[in-house]
């Protein structure tokens, strides 16, 4: 399965689904990453972390190591 990581840059993607558990999924959550919320990947610093993400109305970073535990549909 594809993750946000995996996106690339200019492109709009919804959650299918959030791995992990415990606080890290809880703070993924009230950022806002939902299951079916859409996303959309402003920028990625030149060594790929943080990527740059505009997700109902905001604008987040996000480690790789977050985006990867973010399970995405085109």
Same mark, same amino acid.
């Given at each position: !399965?594809? %993750?946000? $990581?995996?996106?690339?840059?200019? =492109?709009?993607?919804?959650? =299918?689904?959030? +791995? /992990?558990?415990?606080?890290? $999924?809880?703070?993924? !959550?009230?950022?806002?990453?939902?299951? /079916?919320?859409?996303?959309?990947?402003? $920028?990625?610093?030149?060594?790929?972390?943080?990527?740059?993400? %505009?997700?109902? /109305?905001?604008?987040?970073?996000?480690? $790789?190591?977050?985006? +990867? !535990?973010?399970?995405?549909?085109?």
């Amino acid at each position: !399965m594809a %993750t946000l $990581k995996d996106a690339r840059v200019g =492109s709009t993607v919804t959650v =299918s689904r959030l +791995q /992990g558990a415990g606080a890290i $999924k809880r703070r993924i !959550m009230d950022m806002g990453i939902t299951r /079916g919320a859409q996303v959309f990947v402003r $920028k990625v610093a030149p060594l790929g972390d943080p990527i740059e993400v %505009t997700v109902r /109305g905001f604008e987040l970073s996000l480690r $790789k190591v977050d985006a +990867q !535990m973010i399970e995405i549909v085109p």
